[in-house]
């Protein structure tokens, strides 16, 4: 079965610039969530999508946005970029995602995230 | 709050053992723990679930007490490939949201 996916591995962006990165989870599985992980804040939660809707998210502004496709794929956006977002962006994927009632057993899996450079 | 582990960091030599805890503030549903090579992303290493058995992977195990609300994984003579960054990780019951522990950096020496 093939892992989660994620494109690009690499990003160096300027500030102001927009960016978007892109999740594909391992088939069959419908819940994709977004992390920022960073040195100082370790593994931050963005937010979560499930069959194409948006179930939560993390204490973040909104130049950080997502969505899911039919498919499952999911895309990240962050607008107007700032110096504090370079960071790696992991995405992960698993059956029913965590915190539903059905979902509280299911584990993450994790793309190789892509790391973005902010100058 | 995200639940907090300690240590922060530990060294050990190979054959050594090792024992990382997670502390939630919060009620825990179930635990999960995770390790993250450098450079690579974090990969799932077992479940606890509440009223559950203690889990095994390899020689590694783990606890889960829901009442404290903490849960420890214990490394048993550790291998070099032991080393990297421990997270444990949880679902909130009905906000959809994840949390992870603050990280344990754990180095197996030769």
């Known amino acids: 079965k093939a892992g989660v996916t994620q494109t690009p591995r690499y990003l160096i962006k300027t500030r102001g610039q927009q960016v978007t990165l892109s999740c594909s989870p391992i088939s069959g599985h419908r819940s994709v969530s977004w992390y920022q992980q960073t040195p100082g804040q370790g593994l931050q939660f963005l937010f979560e999508y499930f069959s194409e809707t948006q179930r939560n998210k993390g204490n973040f502004p909104g130049r950080f946005s997502g969505r899911q496709f039919s498919n499952s794929r999911s895309e990240m956006n962050v607008s107007t970029l700032e110096l504090g977002d370079s960071a790696l962006y992991l995405c992960a994927s698993s059956l029913d995602g965590g915190g539903s009632v059905s979902g509280v057993n299911s584990p993450l899996h994790f793309g190789n995230g892509t790391r973005l450079t902010v100058t | 709050q995200q639940p907090v582990q300690s240590p922060q960091a530990v060294i050990l030599r190979e054959g050594e053992d090792a024992v990382i805890n997670c502390s939630s503030s919060k009620a825990l549903y179930s635990v999960h723990w995770y390790r993250q090579k450098h450079g690579e992303a974090p990969v799932f290493l077992m479940i606890?679930?509440?009223?559950?058995e203690q889990m095994r992977h390899e020689k590694i195990s783990a606890s889960f007490n829901e009442k404290k609300q903490q849960s420890s994984l214990y490394l048993t003579a550790s291998q070099l490939s032991y080393s990297g960054t421990y997270f444990c990780?949880?679902?909130?019951?009905?906000?959809?949201?994840?949390?992870f522990g603050t990280g344990t950096r754990l180095k197996v020496l030769a």
């Open positions: 606890l679930l509440k009223g559950g």
């Open positions: 990780g949880s679902p909130t019951s009905g906000t959809y949201k994840y949390i």
